[in-house]
């Protein structure tokens, strides 16, 4: 998985309570970003971080926010989970925007 | 090619067979394409990508093509093995602004191998 960790790899929570998903690379990266991945969908893109603490929104951002406090680790927060955030969780990585990316194992979200 | 639905269209081949699985963009402005292969329970691993600016692109087993004129492009994997067996998915990158590129993902299509 291309230096790529994400903790925890699984979780099952309650609705409106705060979640943090971590991310961290090895590969000393710049850019780093979350998608989620539903059935029925591709994956579609969270938030992404162009540098330490850059980041900017993507396709799905409302009721997620993200941090990024060193070039290795990038931080996805559900402040209040709603059932609607179940689901699989990546993270990716790539050295230029324009690059491919690399994915991490990814971790699955349950809230009930 | 890429679905809208729920379900993933699905392609069965023998084991040994070459597989030929397709995939349909929409931004003609598109100039950079991946193709990634998901397991199980597992994250997408790289396969093979392609500029707009070539048409062919080989790898160890695995062709990509590109046709822009129609927007298509497709995966060809020769010699199809079991270990094959998973989704596989198209990405295409588009320039979106302020030095941004958007890459966007289809929904996959599930290659099965028949051993």
């Known amino acids: 998985d291309a230096g790529i960790t994400q903790s925890p790899r699984h979780k099952v929570t309650e609705t409106g309570t705060p979640v943090t998903l971590r991310c961290h690379q090895t590969?000393?990266?710049?850019?780093m970003y979350w998608y989620r991945q539903d059935p029925g969908h591709g994956l579609r893109l969270i938030h992404y971080?162009?540098?330490?603490?850059?980041?900017d929104k993507g396709e799905v951002s409302d009721g997620y926010s993200v941090s990024r406090s060193k070039t290795e680790d990038f931080l996805l927060t559900l402040e209040s989970a709603t059932s609607s955030q179940t689901s699989v969780y990546f993270c990716?990585?790539?050295?230029?925007?324009?690059?491919?990316?690399?994915f991490g194992p990814g971790t699955r979200l349950t809230v009930l | 090619g890429e679905s809208v639905g729920l379900h993933l269209p699905t392609l069965s081949v023998q084991e040994g067979d070459n597989s030929i699985i397709n995939c349909a963009y929409s931004n003609s402005a598109s100039d950079y394409f991946i193709w990634y292969k998901q397991e199980s329970g597992k994250g997408p691993q790289f396969i093979i990508d392609?500029?707009?600016?070539?048409d062919k692109r080989q790898g160890q087993r695995v062709t990509v093509l590109l046709n822009k004129t129609v927007k298509h492009l497709s995966l060809q994997i020769a010699a199809t093995q079991p270990g094959d067996s998973a989704v596989y998915f198209c990405?295409?990158?588009?320039?979106?602004?302020?030095?941004?590129?958007?890459?966007?993902f289809g929904k996959g299509t599930k290659l099965s191998v028949i051993p």
């Open positions: 990405a295409s990158s588009t320039y979106s602004g302020a030095g941004s590129y958007q890459l966007t």
């Open positions: 990716a990585i790539s050295v230029l925007q324009h690059n491919e990316q690399f």
């Open positions: 392609i500029r707009s600016n070539m």
């Open positions: 590969e000393n990266h710049r850019y």
């Open positions: 971080s162009y540098g330490v603490k850059d980041t």
